[in-house]
């Protein structure tokens, strides 16, 4: 009988690997570490879970904007992160105008920021901040994210794991999608072999277009259509068992 703690190193590039990689986890439970010069990170649902502080904070900003509205909840945008901010609004407040949706966006990141400042809860998955920080010991460590401008930052400045980041990219900075923003961070820090972690269908089909291996963070807000991600995690600290 194989050993389930069996570790074997193989490359990224090697899809014989990668295929006896598949075959023996599903069958006997072992890892395989890939050798990659980069991961880079999700934030919603895999760093972090802001929803219910985001639902409060959304709510103030569309009772004083278009009270007619419905309230958002934190299970409603557990469906919704991980998407473009134009897409969420076009999902949630179908009934405004296009010039309406941006008012009530810029309103809503307003009040999300003030709210995430302030938060004292501990918002973050276990593991998280313990994780990055021995990862980011030999490999970089980067964040792409559909967020606004600016959240990035108040992740890592709320996690106190700034100086653990290589570099980061967001839709607010450029408008790009997230395949476009994982592979401008990809050309940006010369990555030959990088892999993604997230947990959402978005991100699974962002790393299919970006051409790099993905790793799905079960425990997070969504899942694959498919099981043909490099692996799954239960908890982002299972990071140092498959990388």
């Not at 938060?119 to 990862?135: D, P």
């Not at 790793?215 to 997070?220: N, P, R």
């Amino acid at each position: 009988m194989l050993g389930a703690r069996n570790i074997f190193i193989i490359s990224e590039n090697d899809w014989i690997g990668i295929l006896l990689r598949q075959i023996f986890f599903e069958n006997y439970g072992i890892f395989f570490c890939m050798i990659f010069d980069g991961i880079i990170l999700d934030v919603d649902g895999t760093i972090w879970d802001t929803t219910s502080i985001v639902a409060e904070a959304w709510n103030i900003a569309i009772d004083n904007n278009f009270p007619k509205l419905e309230h958002v909840t934190a299970q409603i945008l557990k469906g919704q992160f991980g998407k473009t901010m134009k897409t969420i609004a076009d999902n949630l407040f179908s009934s405004l105008s296009e010039d309406e949706k941006y008012i009530l966006m810029e309103k809503c990141c307003q009040e999300e920021q003030k709210a995430l400042h302030s938060n004292t809860k501990n918002i973050t998955y276990k593991g998280v901040v313990e994780t990055i920080e021995n990862l980011s010991k030999k490999i970089p460590i980067f964040i792409v994210s559909n967020c606004q401008k600016g959240y990035i930052e108040v992740v890592m400045e709320k996690n106190k794991i700034t100086s653990f980041i290589t570099d980061f990219e967001c839709y607010g900075n450029t408008g790009l999608n997230k395949d476009q923003n994982i592979a401008l961070v990809i050309k940006r820090n010369n990555l030959k072999n990088a892999v993604y972690v997230g947990d959402t269908q978005g991100d699974y089909d962002a790393c299919k277009k970006a051409s790099i291996p993905f790793v799905w963070a079960s425990y997070g807000f969504g899942k694959p259509d498919d099981e043909k991600y490099l692996a799954k995690i239960e908890n982002f600290s299972d990071l140092l068992k498959v990388i």
